[in-house]
């Protein structure tokens, strides 16, 4: 999720800073600078966003702050998140607060489960189809690395399909605490005893049943599985 350029914490300069820091965001939105890269330095940004050094220098400070940039001595600024909540989130993931994360989930996925079921298209059926196709093989597989990306994916186009831009952006916001309850429930191995079925979920989805795809969609967050 992106917030507003006022949701980020702006020094009292005023209009250009905030402006810079949406120029800023828009580049790394956009992926000019990917996660993991570094940003230009300090007179280059100067230069191709014609605004001062200490405009610059601000703009940088409240994006590190906010966790999308890090400034690494001796070696320059790098991206680390493409968004605000998402580092936040990370910090507050602990193995004592899972209980909270899968109350999340729940909260998001039974809801974007029931949207789904009344707003699917023809193209949302073909993509659930394929993201539930590609969970059975990462299943097979027997790599939980593996099958935790391909069961998170697979609940992402669930969420695409309940076409709530705002769901959306919340849920990817969430995605690396929701892995790992994932990641968490299977362990070390794959084992029969955690598999869960999520056919059901896509065929009351297909048949745009809202209160049964609610219902699969809460299931899957009890027991031990959790996937």
């Given at each position: 999720?992106?917030p507003?350029?006022?949701?980020?914490?702006?020094?009292?300069?005023g209009?250009?800073?905030?402006?810079?820091?949406?120029?800023?965001?828009?580049?790394?939105?956009?992926?000019?600078w990917?996660?993991?890269?570094?940003?230009?330095?300090?007179?280059?940004?100067?230069?191709?966003l014609?605004?001062?050094?200490?405009?610059v220098?601000?703009?940088?400070?409240?994006?590190v702050?906010?966790?999308?940039?890090?400034?690494?001595?001796?070696?320059?600024?790098?991206?680390?998140?493409?968004?605000?909540?998402?580092?936040?989130?990370?910090?507050?993931?602990?193995?004592?607060?899972?209980?909270?994360?899968?109350e999340?989930?729940?909260?998001?996925?039974v809801?974007?489960a029931?949207?789904?079921?009344?707003?699917?298209?023809?193209a949302?059926?073909?993509?659930?189809?394929g993201?539930?196709?590609?969970?059975?093989a990462a299943?097979?597989?027997?790599?939980?690395?593996?099958?935790?990306e391909a069961?998170?994916?697979?609940?992402?186009?669930?969420?695409?399909?309940?076409?709530n831009?705002?769901?959306?952006?919340?849920?990817?916001?969430?995605?690396?605490?929701?892995?790992?309850?994932?990641?968490?429930?299977?362990?070390?191995?794959?084992t029969?005893?955690?598999?869960?079925?999520h056919?059901?979920?896509?065929?009351?989805?297909?048949?745009?049943?809202?209160?049964?795809?609610?219902?699969?969609a809460?299931?899957?967050?009890?027991?031990?599985?959790?996937?």
């Amino acid at each position: 999720m992106t917030p507003a350029v006022d949701s980020v914490a702006v020094p009292p300069r005023g209009h250009r800073v905030r402006q810079t820091i949406e120029q800023l965001r828009e580049r790394i939105l956009g992926g000019e600078w990917p996660v993991g890269g570094r940003i230009p330095t300090e007179p280059q940004l100067v230069a191709a966003l014609g605004v001062g050094r200490n405009t610059v220098r601000e703009a940088v400070r409240a994006l590190v702050h906010a966790g999308v940039l890090e400034c690494r001595q001796g070696s320059g600024t790098y991206v680390v998140s493409t968004d605000e909540l998402a580092p936040v989130v990370a910090r507050r993931l602990t193995d004592d607060r899972m209980a909270e994360v899968i109350e999340v989930r729940r909260a998001f996925e039974v809801e974007a489960a029931r949207l789904a079921a009344l707003r699917r298209t023809p193209a949302d059926l073909s993509a659930l189809d394929g993201a539930l196709a590609a969970r059975e093989a990462a299943w097979r597989s027997g790599r939980v690395d593996e099958f935790v990306e391909a069961d998170a994916a697979l609940h992402t186009v669930v969420v695409a399909a309940a076409h709530n831009a705002m769901l959306a952006e919340l849920y990817a916001s969430v995605g690396a605490a929701l892995r790992s309850t994932v990641a968490q429930a299977m362990g070390t191995a794959l084992t029969p005893e955690r598999y869960v079925d999520h056919g059901r979920l896509v065929e009351a989805i297909r048949a745009g049943d809202p209160q049964w795809a609610a219902i699969e969609a809460g299931a899957f967050l009890e027991g031990p599985s959790r996937a």
